[in-house]
């Protein structure tokens, strides 16, 4: 199984780009999240979902947006990407809320 | 909002001492989880403890969920080196769906 897995793993955006990262897992988890992580800091929630077709905002949703259409994806899309979106993205799985399993991370650079 | 708040958020020590890392919440969580992060990697589960009072140990590490289940320590005997990492506790709030995380302590532990 692969679990949980992030594209792309780094990527470098302009100011003012939009990107989509991707999520998809293989574990027919149905909750979902999209966090960030700031350099030697904890980690931020910006969305999560409970299942398709269900999403909720985090700590942190300003600037993003998501969609899950799809048990197995969950994408986290920026639009107008800003300086201050520079961080590793970590997308999890959680079966009943009481465990989190992670994918690699997408480190993403704004210039 | 729920928040949790660690402390020490940097402790440095000697290898053989002992260390006690604190998570600490105004609010009741049904649960609270444990990670360790390495640099590059998404965090990884060490334990879950769900019931108020509870104490688990992993080896060396111990872990405690207070009482009123607002707060949770982990306590490492006799560190090693390979102790060494970033420690993230997390909550589960609005029926341990919203998995929110501390600011995380970074631990070093030197030969």
């Known amino acids: 199984n692969a679990g949980v897995t992030q594209t792309p793993k780094f990527r470098i955006l302009k100011i003012g780009q939009s990107m989509t990262l991707q999520c998809t897992q293989d574990?027919?988890?149905?909750?979902m999240y999209w966090y960030r992580q700031d350099p030697g800091m904890g980690l931020k929630l910006i969305y999560y979902?409970?299942?398709?077709?269900?999403?909720d905002k985090g700590e942190v949703p300003n600037g993003y947006n998501v969609s899950r259409s799809t048990t197995e994806d969950f994408p986290l899309r920026l639009e107008l990407a800003a300086p201050s979106q520079t961080s590793v993205y970590f997308c999890?799985?959680?079966?009943?809320?009481?465990?989190?399993?992670f994918g690699q991370g997408t480190r993403l650079t704004v210039v | 909002t729920q928040l949790l708040e660690q402390s020490p958020q940097f402790l440095s020590i000697q290898e053989g001492e002992n260390l006690t890392v604190y998570c600490n919440s105004s609010s009741v969580f049904s649960s609270l989880q444990w990670y360790r992060q390495e640099p590059g990697e998404g965090p990884v589960l060490l334990v879950t403890v769900v019931t108020g009072g509870e104490v688990k140990k992993l080896k060396r590490l111990t872990f405690q969920f207070g009482d009123a289940r607002k707060d949770s320590s982990l306590h490492i005997t006799a560190a090693q080196p390979g102790d060494t990492g970033l420690y993230l506790c997390a909550g589960g709030g609005q029926g341990a769906q919203k998995l929110v995380f501390g600011q995380g302590t970074r631990l070093t532990i030197n030969p």
């Open positions: 999890a799985t959680n079966p009943w809320g009481t465990e989190a399993f």
């Open positions: 574990m027919n988890h149905n909750y």
């Open positions: 979902s409970v299942g398709a077709g269900i999403t």
